[in-house]
């Protein structure tokens, strides 16, 4: 049902990195890394600066694919990846977009499942990538149905 | 305790094991993450949705799991970090996150990872390849 919208994109959205929304992601995850926010120990270590969690990007406005209408309950997550060039920032501003990557459909015990995979970008200032995220998402059969009606 | 430094391949990370899966984590993680599905938080829409019981967000187990290589910071980074969600996490689950290394590499470190719950059942497994510096 999405294959005609594979390739389209969202428009980019500027994010800034900020110290305290990164403090309270990592406290969620159990992380409260200094790497992540101590502003001493971030400017000695390598990075002469904080960091943000690997999953931080989950946080980010990525856009709107305006034509792809998922449905707003009963997906399910299959998978998920993070490409990194290097990690995040923090007080640094990142340029999100999404794209619909793929559409594909198999079947299988529970019926008809639709797979949909969004990829988003984050780039810096300059239009350089830092990172990629992958994820697929499951819609089943029950939930078609539902969006048909 | 076993450290990046030091472990050869088929080795361990040292393993953590979470505290019971609370209510207030899921509530936190949905305002940190902006995730506000309420079949993480509300008992009510969970069971709508045909579950016994809210369920973790996916993204706050895998959240958990990258922070065993949070303090080899200055040996390098999660460069590549992919997962497969394999089980649901209800309240009350005990969840132990741990990683294997595969391969070692002039660049990275290769792991495989997972998180399994009480009954050593796998709820999330993927891949890390942690680059070095």
């Known amino acids: 049902m999405f294959h005609d919208l594979i390739g389209s994109k969202s428009n980019k959205v500027k994010n800034f990195v900020e110290h305290g929304r990164v403090k309270q992601f990592a406290e969620s995850i159990g992380d409260l890394h200094p790497i992540y926010v101590d502003e001493e120990y971030g400017r000695k270590s390598k990075y002469g600066r904080n960091i943000a969690p690997p999953t931080y990007p989950r946080v980010f406005d990525f856009g709107v694919l305006e034509q792809v209408k998922l449905p707003s309950k009963g997906l399910i997550h299959g998978e998920q990846r993070y490409i990194f060039k290097r990690p995040l920032f923090v007080g640094e501003e990142v340029y999100c977009y999404t794209e619909l990557q793929n559409y594909y459909e198999k079947t299988g015990g529970n019926g008809l499942m639709g797979f949909v995979v969004i990829k988003r970008y984050g780039e810096d200032p300059e239009g350089n990538l830092i990172f990629t995220e992958e994820m697929t998402a499951i819609i089943t059969e029950a939930v078609r149905k539902a969006m048909k009606v | ?133």
Do not use: C
């Open chain 2, 1 to 133: 305790m076993n450290s990046l430094t030091q472990i050869k391949v088929g080795e361990s990370l040292s393993e953590v094991t979470l505290p019971p899966v609370s209510r207030l984590d899921l509530i936190k993680y949905a305002g940190a993450s902006l995730d506000f599905n309420p079949i993480h938080t509300i008992d009510e829409e969970a069971s709508k949705a045909g579950l016994p019981g809210v369920i973790a967000h996916g993204m706050w187990t895998m959240g958990n799991l990258a922070k065993l290589f949070t303090p080899y910071h200055e040996i390098g980074f999660m460069k590549d970090y992919q997962i497969r969600f394999s089980g649901m996490v209800f309240l009350g689950d005990v969840i132990t996150l741990k990683a294997v290394l595969s391969e070692e590499t002039e660049n990275a470190f290769i792991f495989s990872v997972r998180a399994v719950n009480q009954k050593e059942k796998d709820v999330i497994k993927g891949k890390v390849v942690f680059a070095k510096h």
